[in-house]
């Protein structure tokens, strides 16, 4: 039996070794991606989750056949990603962060055209534009000119033209980047709509919420590395407890009076703040307050949560997604 075979029964939709992208520069190579093993189950919302940079685009640039690896191997929709390029694009969906329409051209246009290009008839392509147009609501704009659409209703366009073709596994790079909430939400709900008609996606993203919201799992990736996989829950589980964040003016003589506390599991600081992971925060903040007080510091703000998947970044990188994104 093939591999392609057997790795499609396995039901698993993307499956990567050592998948690596170097690219040359003034100062010598430069590793986008270096190394990723990742699976892709199918039917699943996977996400990757990580700053700008980090390697995601490229990524899906190769998993997408644009860019050809340095080395490593992958399999995408059943199919060897070096030795069947073809058969991987006609499996598969692409949605880049510019999306591709023409603005001059009404958006049934564009989805006819996109559905030809495929192979289909002119009936079937007509049709084939119809359902798409119902299924991401956009009949009433859809005999507009693209560019008089909103930048929702665009968004919405750019994944009808990654779906023409009915496409096993649909890849999004960014999909809501630069969209009102409203319209971001709108967009969850189609990708939401899209997993329950059988359709595996494989999204990038920078958004917290989004990420949070919408990937069954996802890997977090920071310098072209996965530093950390599972789903939402599930990392954020691996940081036991409660997220205590104290605003003080002296942030290293506060991590040395915190951090050797048998409360405190770790403690991290920098520019005048301090993030303490710790079993229980309602009981471990009037500890907090007297140790600060006993060290004659001075506390500018307090607060506890649970913790989110930016710490789960944070505890990975040494570094904040949100500060990162901002």
């Known amino acids: 039996m093939s591999l392609r075979t057997d790795r499609s029964r396995a039901g698993i939709m993307v499956e990567t070794r050592g998948l690596r992208r170097v690219f040359s520069s003034r100062r010598g190579p430069v590793a986008a991606v270096a190394g990723v093993d990742l699976q892709v189950e199918e039917g699943e919302i996977f996400g990757f989750l990580g700053p700008n940079g980090a390697g995601k685009t490229t990524t899906l640039r190769m998993l997408t056949t644009l860019l050809p690896p340095t080395s490593g191997d992958a399999w995408v929709a059943g199919c060897d990603l070096r030795r069947q390029p073809r058969q991987v694009r006609e499996r598969?969906?692409?949605?880049?962060?510019?999306?591709?329409?023409?603005?001059?051209?009404?958006?049934?246009?564009?989805?006819v055209f996109q559905s030809c290009l495929y192979g289909m008839g002119p009936a079937e392509a007509r049709q084939r534009a119809a359902e798409l147009l119902s299924l991401l609501d956009l009949e009433e704009c859809a005999d507009r000119r693209v560019r008089?659409?909103?930048?929702?209703?665009?968004?919405?366009?750019?994944?009808?033209?990654?779906?023409?073709?009915?496409?096993?596994?649909?890849?999004?790079?960014?999909?809501?980047?630069?969209?009102?909430?409203?319209?971001?939400f709108r967009i969850w709900e189609?990708?939401?709509?899209?997993?329950?008609?059988?359709?595996?996606v494989f999204m990038t993203t920078h958004y917290l919420d989004e990420a949070d919201a919408l990937c069954d799992r996802l890997a977090i990736i920071d310098h072209g590395r996965i530093v950390a996989e599972g789903t939402p829950q599930e990392l954020k589980r691996r940081i036991a407890g409660d997220v205590v964040t104290i605003?003080?003016?002296?942030?290293?003589?506060?991590?040395?009076?915190?951090?050797?506390?048998?409360?405190?599991?770790?403690?991290?600081?920098?520019?005048?703040?301090?993030?303490?992971?710790?079993?229980?925060?309602?009981?471990?903040?009037?500890?907090?307050?007297?140790?600060?007080?006993?060290?004659?510091?001075?506390?500018?703000?307090?607060?506890?949560?649970?913790?989110?998947?930016d710490d789960v970044f944070l505890r990975q990188t040494g570094r904040s997604l949100r500060e990162q994104a901002a």
């Not at 599991?265 to 925060?281: I, P």
């Open 190 to 200: 189609e990708v939401r709509h899209l997993q329950q008609l059988g359709t595996t």
């Open 92 to 111: 598969i969906g692409y949605v880049g962060q510019t999306g591709g329409a023409d603005l001059q051209v009404t958006g049934r246009r564009e989805l």
């Open 148 to 184: 008089t659409y909103s930048g929702g209703q665009r968004r919405r366009l750019d994944i009808g033209l990654g779906l023409a073709h009915r496409p096993r596994l649909l890849f999004l790079d960014e999909p809501t980047t630069g969209l009102d909430p409203q319209a971001r």
């Open 247 to 309: 605003g003080v003016g002296d942030s290293d003589r506060a991590l040395v009076a915190l951090a050797g506390q048998p409360f405190v599991r770790e403690a991290l600081g920098a520019d005048g703040t301090v993030r303490l992971y710790v079993d229980r925060g309602e009981t471990a903040m009037p500890a907090i307050l007297r140790l600060l007080d006993g060290a004659g510091l001075q506390l500018h703000a307090i607060s506890m949560s649970r913790p989110s998947l």
